[in-house]
T-cell receptor, first 111, second 113 residues
Framework: EDQVTQSPEALRLQEGESSSLNCSYTVSGLRGLFWYRQDPGKGPEFLFTLYSAGEEKEKERLKATLTKKESFLHITAPKPEDSATYLCAVQAIAAGNKLTFGGGTRVLVKP | DAMVIQNPRYQVTQFGKPVTLSCSQTLNHNVMYWYQQKSSQAPKLLFHYYDKDFNNEADTPDNFQSRRPNTSFCFLDIRSPGLGDTAMYLC????????????FGQGTRLTVV
Protein backbone atom coordinates (compact mmCIF):
# COMPACT_ATOMS: atom_id res chain seq x y z
CA GLU A 1 0.00 0.00 0.00
CA ASP A 2 1.26 3.46 -0.92
CA GLN A 3 2.07 5.65 2.08
CA VAL A 4 2.96 9.30 2.47
CA THR A 5 4.12 10.88 5.73
CA GLN A 6 4.72 14.59 6.15
CA SER A 7 6.66 16.31 8.89
CA PRO A 8 6.43 18.40 10.87
CA GLU A 9 2.65 18.59 11.30
CA ALA A 10 2.90 22.31 12.04
CA LEU A 11 5.59 24.93 11.61
CA ARG A 12 5.70 28.45 12.99
CA LEU A 13 8.21 30.77 11.31
CA GLN A 14 9.20 34.38 11.60
CA GLU A 15 9.10 36.33 8.38
CA GLY A 16 12.40 35.75 6.61
CA GLU A 17 13.23 32.57 8.53
CA SER A 18 13.90 29.86 5.93
CA SER A 19 12.88 26.26 6.61
CA SER A 20 12.15 22.90 4.99
CA LEU A 21 9.16 20.57 4.96
CA ASN A 22 9.62 16.83 4.60
CA CYS A 23 7.54 14.28 2.69
CA SER A 24 8.56 10.63 3.07
CA TYR A 25 6.92 8.12 0.79
CA THR A 26 6.64 4.41 0.11
CA VAL A 27 5.28 3.50 -3.28
CA SER A 28 5.70 0.61 -5.66
CA GLY A 29 6.80 2.42 -8.80
CA LEU A 30 6.55 6.20 -8.60
CA ARG A 31 4.92 7.98 -11.51
CA GLY A 32 5.07 11.41 -9.88
CA LEU A 33 5.22 13.30 -6.59
CA PHE A 34 3.09 16.41 -6.25
CA TRP A 35 3.13 19.41 -3.94
CA TYR A 36 -0.04 21.40 -3.33
CA ARG A 37 -0.83 24.45 -1.23
CA GLN A 38 -4.16 24.60 0.57
CA ASP A 39 -5.59 27.72 2.19
CA PRO A 40 -8.25 27.33 4.90
CA GLY A 41 -11.66 26.45 3.47
CA LYS A 42 -10.35 26.14 -0.09
CA GLY A 43 -9.29 23.41 -2.48
CA PRO A 44 -5.63 22.46 -2.98
CA GLU A 45 -3.67 24.58 -5.45
CA PHE A 46 -1.08 22.80 -7.57
CA LEU A 47 2.56 23.82 -7.03
CA PHE A 48 4.97 21.24 -8.45
CA THR A 49 5.34 17.79 -9.98
CA LEU A 50 8.58 15.83 -9.56
CA TYR A 51 9.20 12.64 -11.49
CA SER A 52 12.65 11.29 -10.70
CA ALA A 53 15.32 11.38 -8.01
CA GLY A 54 17.55 14.41 -8.27
CA GLU A 55 14.90 16.58 -9.87
CA GLU A 56 14.35 20.09 -8.49
CA LYS A 57 11.73 22.74 -9.25
CA GLU A 58 11.38 26.33 -8.07
CA LYS A 59 8.61 28.87 -7.88
CA GLU A 60 9.21 32.20 -6.18
CA ARG A 61 10.27 31.41 -2.59
CA LEU A 62 9.55 27.68 -2.91
CA LYS A 63 11.88 24.94 -4.07
CA ALA A 64 11.00 21.25 -4.22
CA THR A 65 13.52 18.42 -4.39
CA LEU A 66 13.14 14.64 -4.73
CA THR A 67 15.12 11.58 -3.67
CA LYS A 68 14.13 7.92 -3.92
CA LYS A 69 12.52 8.01 -0.48
CA GLU A 70 11.54 11.59 0.25
CA SER A 71 10.88 15.05 -1.01
CA PHE A 72 11.61 18.41 0.56
CA LEU A 73 9.84 21.69 0.11
CA HIS A 74 12.20 24.51 0.97
CA ILE A 75 10.73 27.90 1.83
CA THR A 76 13.30 30.67 1.49
CA ALA A 77 12.74 33.96 3.33
CA PRO A 78 9.01 33.30 3.81
CA LYS A 79 6.41 36.04 3.95
CA PRO A 80 3.09 35.99 5.85
CA GLU A 81 1.28 35.21 2.58
CA ASP A 82 3.11 31.88 2.48
CA SER A 83 1.04 30.75 5.46
CA ALA A 84 -0.97 27.71 4.36
CA THR A 85 -1.10 23.94 4.60
CA TYR A 86 1.31 22.26 2.21
CA LEU A 87 0.22 18.84 0.96
CA CYS A 88 2.40 16.21 -0.63
CA ALA A 89 0.89 13.44 -2.79
CA VAL A 90 2.23 10.49 -4.77
CA GLN A 91 0.91 8.81 -7.86
CA ALA A 92 1.97 5.21 -8.34
CA ILE A 93 2.30 3.66 -11.77
CA ALA A 94 0.08 0.75 -10.72
CA ALA A 95 -2.57 3.01 -9.16
CA GLY A 96 -3.72 4.68 -12.35
CA ASN A 97 -4.77 8.24 -11.65
CA LYS A 98 -5.09 7.92 -7.89
CA LEU A 99 -3.26 10.46 -5.73
CA THR A 100 -2.33 9.37 -2.21
CA PHE A 101 -1.93 12.39 0.05
CA GLY A 102 0.07 12.96 3.19
CA GLY A 103 -1.46 14.67 6.19
CA GLY A 104 0.05 18.03 5.34
CA THR A 105 2.22 20.58 7.13
CA ARG A 106 0.48 23.70 8.47
CA VAL A 107 2.82 26.65 8.04
CA LEU A 108 2.29 29.92 9.87
CA VAL A 109 4.60 32.82 9.02
CA LYS A 110 4.49 35.70 11.47
CA PRO A 111 5.47 39.23 10.47
CA ASP B 1 -11.47 32.29 -14.25
CA ALA B 2 -12.43 29.26 -12.20
CA MET B 3 -11.87 26.05 -14.15
CA VAL B 4 -13.35 23.54 -11.68
CA ILE B 5 -16.49 24.87 -10.08
CA GLN B 6 -18.25 23.26 -7.17
CA ASN B 7 -21.73 24.07 -5.94
CA PRO B 8 -22.78 24.81 -3.37
CA ARG B 9 -19.78 26.07 -1.37
CA TYR B 10 -21.55 25.28 1.89
CA GLN B 11 -24.31 22.75 2.51
CA VAL B 12 -26.08 21.82 5.72
CA THR B 13 -28.26 18.72 5.64
CA GLN B 14 -30.14 16.69 8.17
CA PHE B 15 -29.10 13.24 9.27
CA GLY B 16 -30.45 10.74 6.76
CA LYS B 17 -31.64 13.31 4.21
CA PRO B 18 -30.19 12.69 0.73
CA VAL B 19 -27.90 15.38 -0.60
CA THR B 20 -26.25 16.03 -3.98
CA LEU B 21 -23.09 18.01 -4.59
CA SER B 22 -22.17 19.19 -8.06
CA CYS B 23 -18.97 19.83 -9.96
CA SER B 24 -18.44 21.33 -13.39
CA GLN B 25 -15.25 21.87 -15.38
CA THR B 26 -14.30 24.03 -18.34
CA LEU B 27 -11.01 22.22 -19.01
CA ASN B 28 -12.50 19.39 -21.10
CA HIS B 29 -10.51 16.92 -19.01
CA ASN B 30 -11.23 13.22 -19.29
CA VAL B 31 -10.77 12.37 -15.61
CA MET B 32 -12.89 13.68 -12.74
CA TYR B 33 -12.37 12.78 -9.09
CA TRP B 34 -14.22 13.13 -5.81
CA TYR B 35 -12.18 13.41 -2.60
CA GLN B 36 -13.37 13.62 0.99
CA GLN B 37 -11.31 15.73 3.39
CA LYS B 38 -12.16 15.73 7.08
CA SER B 39 -10.89 18.44 9.38
CA SER B 40 -7.06 18.57 9.53
CA GLN B 41 -6.78 15.33 7.53
CA ALA B 42 -5.48 14.41 4.10
CA PRO B 43 -7.88 14.28 1.16
CA LYS B 44 -9.12 10.73 0.61
CA LEU B 45 -10.17 9.51 -2.83
CA LEU B 46 -13.75 8.25 -2.99
CA PHE B 47 -13.98 7.45 -6.71
CA HIS B 48 -13.11 8.77 -10.12
CA TYR B 49 -14.33 8.70 -13.70
CA TYR B 50 -12.17 8.21 -16.72
CA ASP B 51 -14.58 9.49 -19.36
CA LYS B 52 -17.70 7.39 -18.56
CA ASP B 53 -15.74 4.60 -16.89
CA PHE B 54 -16.49 4.66 -13.15
CA ASN B 55 -13.76 3.58 -10.68
CA ASN B 56 -14.76 3.10 -7.07
CA GLU B 57 -12.24 2.89 -4.23
CA ALA B 58 -12.57 -0.33 -2.26
CA ASP B 59 -13.24 1.41 1.05
CA THR B 60 -15.76 3.96 -0.20
CA PRO B 61 -19.07 3.37 1.63
CA ASP B 62 -22.07 2.28 -0.46
CA ASN B 63 -23.82 5.39 0.84
CA PHE B 64 -21.76 7.42 -1.64
CA GLN B 65 -22.69 7.36 -5.31
CA SER B 66 -21.65 9.39 -8.32
CA ARG B 67 -22.97 10.33 -11.74
CA ARG B 68 -21.25 11.84 -14.73
CA PRO B 69 -23.88 12.71 -17.35
CA ASN B 70 -21.38 14.41 -19.67
CA THR B 71 -17.73 15.51 -19.85
CA SER B 72 -18.34 18.76 -18.02
CA PHE B 73 -20.41 17.69 -15.03
CA CYS B 74 -20.04 15.23 -12.19
CA PHE B 75 -22.29 14.74 -9.14
CA LEU B 76 -21.74 13.24 -5.72
CA ASP B 77 -24.85 11.75 -4.13
CA ILE B 78 -24.93 10.84 -0.47
CA ARG B 79 -28.01 8.70 0.01
CA SER B 80 -28.35 8.77 3.79
CA PRO B 81 -25.78 11.12 5.33
CA GLY B 82 -24.50 10.37 8.78
CA LEU B 83 -22.81 12.72 11.23
CA GLY B 84 -19.47 11.19 10.25
CA ASP B 85 -19.93 12.40 6.68
CA THR B 86 -19.39 16.00 7.77
CA ALA B 87 -16.37 17.04 5.70
CA MET B 88 -15.06 19.08 2.81
CA TYR B 89 -15.78 17.39 -0.51
CA LEU B 90 -13.30 18.19 -3.25
CA CYS B 91 -13.78 17.69 -6.96
CA UNK B 92 -10.70 17.52 -9.18
CA UNK B 93 -9.89 16.91 -12.83
CA UNK B 94 -6.90 15.77 -14.82
CA UNK B 95 -6.37 15.74 -18.53
CA UNK B 96 -6.00 12.03 -19.15
CA UNK B 97 -4.92 8.70 -17.74
CA UNK B 98 -1.52 8.85 -16.10
CA UNK B 99 -1.26 12.57 -16.70
CA UNK B 100 0.28 14.78 -14.16
CA UNK B 101 -1.34 17.40 -12.06
CA UNK B 102 -4.92 17.35 -10.86
CA UNK B 103 -6.82 20.64 -10.67
CA PHE B 104 -9.10 21.07 -7.70
CA GLY B 105 -12.26 23.03 -7.16
CA GLN B 106 -12.83 25.17 -4.09
CA GLY B 107 -14.71 22.40 -2.37
CA THR B 108 -18.13 22.02 -0.78
CA ARG B 109 -18.16 22.05 3.00
CA LEU B 110 -20.91 19.67 4.06
CA THR B 111 -22.29 19.67 7.58
CA VAL B 112 -24.67 16.91 8.67
CA VAL B 113 -26.82 17.83 11.68
Amino acid sequence: EDQVTQSPEALRLQEGESSSLNCSYTVSGLRGLFWYRQDPGKGPEFLFTLYSAGEEKEKERLKATLTKKESFLHITAPKPEDSATYLCAVQAIAAGNKLTFGGGTRVLVKP
Amino acid sequence: DAMVIQNPRYQVTQFGKPVTLSCSQTLNHNVMYWYQQKSSQAPKLLFHYYDKDFNNEADTPDNFQSRRPNTSFCFLDIRSPGLGDTAMYLCATSRDRGSTEAFFGQGTRLTVV
